[in-house]
């Protein structure tokens, strides 16, 4: 399984927060910009990539024990939501690029929608 | 990655410890007037390198083996203590923290500090080897107290007997706070672990208890209540408010189906998901509401047994597990 930090390296990704989770492996991938779908399919270990960037986004990953979340579209976190990542152990990765284009480069490094059995 | 913690616990030990807790005692002295191979024997007998020279109860020299050492290769054997011994002595400070000896270790390249109390009497003798031991011991305990408070948190239905035991825990949501919006349903979780709930239960939970708060934070005109009630058998979440009430029910149950304004959309929330990702994640769920009295938001999530291998099983959880019925 890839790690967070091969994830960031290869997408070229800012790491905002969570700079300690970069060995964490990552399960799988989700995407989606409505907190209560993430809520719903995102789980333990899966990195998500959505354009939201406030506070509630942390609440969620926390709450659902993500590796990270992938923050797209050069939408930036607010110094209170940083804070609040940063005392909940969340890793946010900010990125220019669209869902779209960093969905296709996850995939491209195998990340999946559903773990990978076995 | 685990390494680093510890260290850092021993950085603190070291600071926190007063040496009185790892000097040995009590401690073997001579007088000035012992002669160098009585010290050869006190020191074989006792098994020790070096011991406090006290003349009149006042510390007055160390004598250790290297002293002795010389001694023979001089052949002054029979010499009193007081002719090879070292003085003034450096001393530490009983009071002190164990780092303070470690630094005069480092200083003066010494292998054993005389401790002494406030007034100058000694009561004790310190080595590298009692840091040591007194450090692995001090770990050892706080393992020890660490594992106790796991025990307590993790059997504290089965400690406290009762006809019907139960955790409650209120939060006050505020309406709007989005910025605060999940923090009651990320202690509720946390609390959920500390007592050992399985995964499942815990992320079933925290899923429900986080779509509730935030139905309290959107779309109350005050906020509301959210209260968790853990039992050992089930866990009830309980949200309500005083308006503005749900016109109608089965609507608002729909998957899809929001009342959520366009700018509390565009924050992400709103997906008309919430009632159906809570009643996904229960066991049992009731919705009662009324317009303009308020609503009454019920969740039941059931603590399964664990299939195999788990403490709870093996611990009396069974016999709970098949009380329960299925819903």
């Known amino acids: 399984m890839i790690t967070l930090g091969q994830i960031a390296q290869e997408l070229n990704l800012e790491v905002a927060t969570g700079a300690e989770n970069l060995e964490r492996r990552v399960v799988a991938g989700y995407a989606s910009d409505l907190l209560s779908c993430a809520m719903n399919r995102a789980k333990k270990g899966y990195v998500w990539v959505t354009l939201q960037s406030h506070s509630n986004v942390v609440a969620v990953a926390s709450l659902l ?27 946010l990765l900010l990125t220019p690029k669209t869902t779209f284009t960093v969905v296709g480069e996850l995939a491209a490094l195998g990340v999946r929608g559903e773990p990978e059995q076995g | 990655m685990s390494q680093v913690p510890q260290i850092t616990r021993i950085q603190e030990l070291i600071y926190e410890l007063p040496i009185e807790r790892v000097m040995t005692t009590p401690v073997i002295t001579v007088s000035p007037d012992t002669t160098m191979s009585e010290l050869k024997e006190i020191l074989r007998v006792n098994r020790i390198s070096g011991v406090p020279v006290l003349e009149q109860g006042r510390l007055v020299g160390i ?4 002293d002795l050492i010389k001694a023979l290769e001089s052949g002054d054997i029979h010499a009193p203590v007081r002719e090879r011994m070292s003085a003034p002595v450096i001393t530490v400070r009983a009071s002190e ?8 270790f480092a200083q003066y390249k010494v292998g054993r500090l005389p401790v002494v109390d406030d007034d100058g009497n000694l009561v004790g003798t310190l080595t590298g080897g009692d840091i040591t031991r007194g450090l692995l011991e001090a770990i050892g305990l706080d393992y020890h107290a660490e594992e106790i408070s796991r025990y307590r948190a993790r059997h504290i239905f089965e400690d406290i007997v009762s006809d019907q035991t139960g ?27 500390r007592l050992g709930a399985p995964p499942q239960v815990q992320r079933r939970v925290a899923i429900a208890a986080y779509e509730a708060e935030m139905n309290l934070i959107i779309h109350t005109d005050r906020g509301g209540e959210l209260i968790a009630e853990i039992q050992p058998e089930v866990i009830r979440i309980v949200a309500t408010d005083n308006g503005p009430g749900i016109p109608d ?20 929330f709103g997906a008309g998901m919430g009632l159906s990702n809570i009643k996904k994640c229960s066991d049992a769920m009731k919705l009662e509401s009324q317009v303009g009295v308020g609503t009454r938001l019920e969740i039941v999530v059931r603590v399964q047994p664990v299939i195999s291998g788990s403490v709870q099983q093996s ?11 299925k819903p």
Do not use: H
């Open chain 2, 97 to 104: 923290s164990v780092v303070e000896a470690v630094k005069k």
């Open chain 2, 315 to 325: 611990e009396g959880g069974r016999e709970q597990g098949r009380e329960q019925e």
């Open chain 2, 167 to 193: 955790l409650i825990l209120r939060y006050r949501i505020k309406a709007r706070d989005f910025t605060g919006g999940g923090s009651a349903s990320s202690k509720i979780k946390r609390a959920l672990d």
């Open chain 2, 63 to 66: 004598v250790s083996i290297e």
């Open chain 1, 65 to 91: 024990d993500l590796a990270a979340v992938i923050i797209t579209e050069g939408n930036r976190p607010d110094e209170e939501t940083v804070a609040r990542a940063q005392s909940e152990g969340v890793c």
């Open chain 2, 249 to 268: 029910i089965e609507q608002a149950m729909q998957p899809g189906f929001s009342t959520a304004p366009n700018w509390i959309r565009e924050l992400g």
